[in-house]
């Protein structure tokens, strides 16, 4: 096998030499491109947007984070595994993650508005970049590259609290509904959309990645990390969006920042905790077959 030191595009028998994980990084960065690109036009034009209040703040929090954060760390994680850092594919998997999961609110929650047809693009096609990548994906040869430490176990304690947290709360408000007809804070409507995105994009993954990494499985090791990455931008999306929605005066959103700024918080620690324990660079067997 190749090092994956030697993944410069181009490099005859590199790793991004070959066909499906070369035409998953041209996507992947293509994919960074329109991001970046919709939430500069969100940012400079908020009249795209044709929302109430409290959705429109929530679009400009998410376009903020999005063009300042999450952008630019898909290029840099694309850039770095051509110069062979393990850790920058397991960011650039985890920021596929955020894209699918995090346009799905606009694809299927924003009002129709002019950049309608950026959202599909941004939901689709990181789906297709994930599964030629993570198929010629050696799971095996990454598992062993983690060094053995206690840290995994407080890992698995975050991620286990954040799916069970998730499924209770989108749970419970949905049994006080449906028994006493109690509609939740953000209308029913909206509830639905944002409790059925995150108990099929989030939870199943915080769940079963926490199982896997518990019990040492090879996918466990890769699953954490795109998880918890993909969590912890979101968190991060919340807590700007719930300072830009207190700061424009609506109700409630200013109890929110402390939550989810100490949320961040606990998720960097945990993907820190992870991929502090993966070394800089590849092994000479490398993880792509």
């Known amino acids: 096998m190749t090092d994956l030191a030697q993944t410069r595009i181009g490099h005859p028998g590199s790793r991004l030499e070959l066909p499906s994980v070369r035409l998953a990084w041209r996507l992947s ?27 429109t703040a929530a679009w400009y929090g998410n376009d903020l984070v999005t063009l300042c954060i ?46 309608f047809p950026a959202y599909v693009v941004l939901f689709t096609v990181p789906v297709f970049a ?4 993570l198929g010629r994906l050696d799971a095996d040869r990454l598992a062993e590259e983690f060094s053995p430490t206690g840290t995994l176990r407080w890992v698995v304690g975050y991620m286990l609290l954040s799916g069970g947290g998730l499924t209770l709360a989108w749970l419970g408000q949905w049994a006080l509904f449906m028994t006493t007809g109690s509609e939740p804070a953000i209308g029913a409507e909206a509830f639905q959309l944002v409790a059925a995105i995150d108990l099929s994009l989030m939870v199943p993954w915080f769940l ?15 699953i954490a990390p795109i998880i918890v990455m993909k969590g912890v931008t979101y968190t991060l999306v919340l807590t700007v969006t719930s300072t830009v929605a207190a700061q424009r ?5 200013a109890g929110q920042i402390a939550v989810w700024a100490a949320w961040t918080v606990l998720g960097g620690l945990a993907i820190w905790g992870l991929l502090g324990n993966l070394p800089r660079r590849a092994s000479p067997t490398g993880t792509l077959t």
């Open 208 to 222: 079963l990645g926490a199982v896997l990494l518990l019990r040492r499985k090879p996918w466990g090791y890769v």
């Open 249 to 253: 005066g609506i109700d409630g959103s």
């Open 130 to 133: 994930l599964i030629l990548a």
């Open 29 to 55: 960065m293509g994919t960074a491109i329109l991001m970046a690109a919709q939430a500069a036009a969100g940012l400079s034009v908020p009249s795209i947007y044709r929302d109430v209040d409290w959705i």
């Open 70 to 115: 999450a952008a630019p760390l898909l290029v840099w994680s694309l850039l770095a595994v051509q110069r062979g850092s393990q850790r920058a594919v397991l960011v650039w998997y985890s920021m596929l993650g955020f894209s699918v999961y995090n346009y799905a609110y606009y694809l299927f929650g924003a009002s129709l508005n002019w950049l």
